[in-house]
């Protein structure tokens, strides 16, 4: 022993100088990757998926043939030609209810059969004062299976938009039908005046237990987690097997003989470790979720593999980057499984609706390809093309790059012979136990 004392270590600069660049560096990075996010999404939205129907079948108002309907479908989408926050979709009410239904929508605008007619009926002259004439109403369909938040804006947009559209055709009536407008009841004129109520309803409707539509993404966050961290564990307990770290239990340190492994061996052996206890964690997500706190769940034997496979390959992902860069691996990992991940998700804030930047990372983050997957197993039926299809692609595309790229540098440090070192080489080789 040198007599130096153990706190004496806190007057060198380094330990200051390099803990303080990296926690400081991580502190900046997730509070802007954070709240740079979420900060402003109306502001930043760009065209919000919303539905635009047009049920109506037109009228004689005036003493002319007119489609309402048609005026406010047209007027809307016309207003947003050139691009906007909006991006209106004109579809028939089955397209809507399908796409709905896939998530592929965050909302849609509905004007419904026989909309002019009641218009119209306004306008009569057999209605008297005592009589409350019928206001016929447009109806906005949400859709918190795709968000929360997303379905917040759609909702915002499009009620905006019914009541704009409202406003216009009351100019339009009251001039078009002058005199006889001044004979209406003051009732009639009131509504002519502005038409048509809105009406908000769920376009599809979800289960009670799944969270306002936000229970896929905090399963699938789950998920992703649960393989990171795990990572952390496997590779720890995989260097102490083979004897190249300490491993502390309380007061005891515990030390194996040593077992020597390339790095690519060791990234093997880990990786089949993960790949086997995915099989455990993900059953054990899937019994909390589901089995403890009820949550709402269909299709559980694919939701069950799809945990495992999701558990298994964010695993071997944070492990490729434990191999390849060492102790600030784990900084990495949880910069792309966690602090790039949970903003880009598409799950509390919709990519629409996100800068320009996190929306290139939401293109290839992988919480957002797993959550996808579970949002269509969870909500939509299991569709493929409501997000399970790209879920698996982009799983099965992140392993074969984690295996590419890990197994790639890991063979290039053993050909050039920068092995590990085994603890009972290193400084503590004549180390007082703990």
């Known amino acids: ?255 194996r003989p040593l077992i020597r492994a390339t790095r690519v061996q060791t990234l093997a052996i880990s990786s089949t470790l993960m790949a086997a206890l995915s099989l455990l964690m993900g059953t054990l997500v899937m019994v909390g979720a589901v089995g403890i706190m009820g949550m709402d769940a269909s299709h559980l034997p694919l939701l069950w593999l799809y945990s495992v496979c999701a558990i298994a390959v964010s695993g071997i992902g944070a492990l490729t980057l434990l191999a390849v860069f060492g102790t600030p691996g784990m900084l990495v990992a949880t910069l792309v499984f966690i602090g790039m991940a949970v903003p880009t998700a598409n799950a509390t804030t919709p990519i629409q609706a996100l800068p320009g930047f996190y929306r290139v990372l939401a293109e290839f983050e992988p919480l957002r390809q797993i959550a996808g997957g579970v949002r269509s197993i969870l909500y939509y039926g299991a569709q493929g093309d409501a997000g399970l299809t790209r879920g698996w692609v982009m799983m099965a595309v992140g392993l074969v790059a984690a295996a590419l790229f890990g197994f790639g540098v890991l063979g290039w440090y053993d050909r050039k012979g920068l092995h590990r070192i085994p603890a009972e080489t290193g400084p503590e080789k004549n180390a007082t136990p703990v």
Do not use: C
């Open 1 to 255: 022993m040198n007599g130096i004392h153990p706190f004496r270590v806190l007057r060198a600069k380094p330990l200051w100088i390099a803990s303080g660049v990296i926690t400081g560096v991580l502190a900046l990075l997730f509070s802007v990757l954070y709240v740079g996010a979420n900060i402003d999404p109306a502001g930043h939205m760009r065209n919000l998926p919303v539905g635009l129907v047009n049920a109506d079948k037109g009228a004689k108002v005036g003493g002319k043939r007119v489609n309402l309907g048609a005026q406010i479908t047209g007027s809307i989408k016309k207003s947003t030609a050139g691009g906007g926050k909006v991006d209106w979709k004109v579809m028939d009410e089955r397209e809507v209810k399908e796409d709905l239904g896939k998530g592929k929508l965050y909302g849609a605008l509905v004007v419904p059969a026989g909309f002019t007619s009641s218009v119209a009926a306004l306008t009569g002259t057999g209605t008297t004062a005592a009589e409350t004439p019928v206001r016929p109403a447009l109806t906005v369909l949400t859709n918190q299976s795709a968000g929360s938040l997303g379905s917040s804006l759609a909702r915002v947009a499009t009620t905006q938009a019914a009541e704009s559209a409202s406003l216009h055709i009351g100019k339009e009536l009251t001039a078009r039908i002058g005199t006889v407008h001044k004979k209406l009841p003051a009732a009639a004129r009131v509504l002519l005046a502005d038409p048509a109520a809105v009406t908000v309803k769920d376009g599809h409707p979800l289960d009670s237990h799944s969270g306002l539509g936000l229970t896929a993404f905090y399963y699938a966050l789950a998920l992703v987690v649960v393989g990171m961290l795990s990572a952390n564990v496997i590779s720890g307990q995989v260097d102490h097997t083979l004897g190249y770290t300490h491993n502390d239990l309380g007061p005891l340190r515990l030390h």
